[in-house]
């Protein structure tokens, strides 16, 4: 998942807040956000596997252009990943040791054996040290973003509480693309259908009465929903809803736009308060200066150490 992001994403990271640069060794800091450094170890890390992976994938090797490319979108993953690790620590959900074992023990038992799992990202140009990072940073970014999407369902409940029409919330916040433009309408459902699904959906979608909605946001495989009941018949159940993403299994791929805008908000911050340094050249356009153009339009109110996405 991320060799495929690194390999994607666009130009972004120079010397923003540059000073010089430190001594040429592998140990070097390359980078350095607020008290989070990223040493040139983690850089020629990822920088490896993503060169491996353009060549397998038969991009141009040799290639100065490419090779420039890859090293800003190597430096932008790493300083994207260190917000997603800062922000998922002080709100209490970052990775655990635990976790990041019981995740390379299931990659272990998968490729059959520790030797085959080095053997098998050796081909790819990676290590169990970049398979470590690689399993860190997404679960980091998971946690993060379920602990966000929980947050953003609570605060459009406690806005329902408010008075606000549920139509207008569902076209604002829902991230379901095609019911969001209707107001979350999702039309008549069999009570059958309903009845089939997931208990922890369906008790609270069967037990409400015609103009009500769920006050507690459903946790289901996509995200948290908010339901409402427009009407009611003996076999159907017309409803709309409203959903916020937080998938599971999570890849960076389904990473929701209000994620993303709170990341580089947090990026801005940060910018703006002078905590982003690179003391290394080749690496693209100014990270500041692309996080500010990113970055939500309106600061979120949150409690977070960077931006909370906040509807």
């Known amino acids: 998942m991320r060799r495929a992001l690194i390999v994607l994403l666009v130009l972004l990271c120079s010397g923003c807040n540059s000073s010089s640069p430190p001594s040429s060794s592998n140990s070097q800091v390359i980078a350095r956000i607020g008290p989070t450094a990223i040493t040139n170890d983690v850089f020629q890390i990822r920088l ?7 060549a397998q994938a038969g991009g141009p090797s040799g290639n100065a252009a490419m090779r420039s490319q890859i090293r800003a979108s190597v430096l932008r993953s790493l300083i ?3 917000v997603i690790a800062q922000e998922a620590a002080f709100n209490g959900v970052a990775a655990t040791s635990a976790e990041i074992q019981a995740q390379l023990n299931a990659d272990v038992s998968a490729a059959g054996g520790i030797t085959q799992l080095q053997t098998q990202l050796a081909s790819l140009g990676g290590s169990m040290a970049q398979l470590n990072d690689e399993i860190t940073s997404s679960i980091n970014e998971q946690k993060l973003e379920d602990h966000f999407a929980r947050q953003r369902a609570t605060e459009i409940e406690q806005k329902l509480a408010a008075g606000a029409a549920f139509e207008s919330l569902a076209s604002q916040y829902s991230d379901d693309t095609v019911t969001a433009p209707q107001g979350g309408e999702l039309g008549a459902v069999p009570r059958s259908q309903i009845q089939g699904d997931d208990p922890l959906y369906a008790g609270p979608v069967l037990t409400l009465a015609p103009g009500a909605y769920t006050t507690t946001p459903i946790r289901g495989a996509q995200g948290y929903d908010v339901v409402m009941l427009e009407t009611a018949t003996a076999s159907t159940l017309t409803l709309r809803h409203i959903l916020v993403n937080a998938p599971r299994p999570y890849t960076v791929r389904e990473r929701p736009r209000w994620f993303s805008e709170a990341l580089f908000e947090s990026i801005a911050q940060d910018c703006a308060a002078k905590q982003v340094h690179v003391y290394v050249s080749d690496v693209g356009d100014d990270v500041c200066a ?4 990113t970055a939500s339009p309106a600061p979120s109110a949150g ?7 906040t509807p």
């Open 80 to 82: 994207i990943d260190t």
């Open 303 to 309: 409690t977070t150490a960077g931006a909370t996405p």
């Open 290 to 293: 692309a996080a500010a153009a």
């Open 48 to 54: 490896t596997s993503a060169l491996t992976s353009v």
